[in-house]
């Protein structure tokens, strides 16, 4: 009879990949990035209709945004830091002091 691998030890094993690792990494940004601009328009007490009219989008495209279901350009990323009241900041930092 075969051993049962835990959840733990599978995903482990599949983000041991390349591959997976950076497909993890490209939806943990996009999701960070949608929660922050969540998180602030939520703060300002806009609805996603008023962002989306400041920012030149349309509502359901704010929806996937927020929730992570797209990769940005850095020209969308500054309209919305415009329209939200916020300045653009994009940097590196080393790896090991990444969170």
Known sequence: MSERRGWD???DDVLASPEAQEA???ARIRF???HAVRERREALGMTQDQLAEVAGMRQPAVTRFEAGGTMPTLPLLE??????G???HVGFEPL???S
């Not at 309209?79 to 939200?84: K, N, Q």
Request: glycine content about 4%; hydrophobic content about 55%.
């Open 9 to 11: 030890e599978m995903r």
């Open 24 to 26: 993890y990494d490209a």
């Open 32 to 34: 960070e990035l949608g």
């Open 79 to 84: 309209r919305l830091a415009v329209a939200l």
């Open 86 to 88: 916020m300045r653009l």
């Open 96 to 98: 090991d002091l990444a």
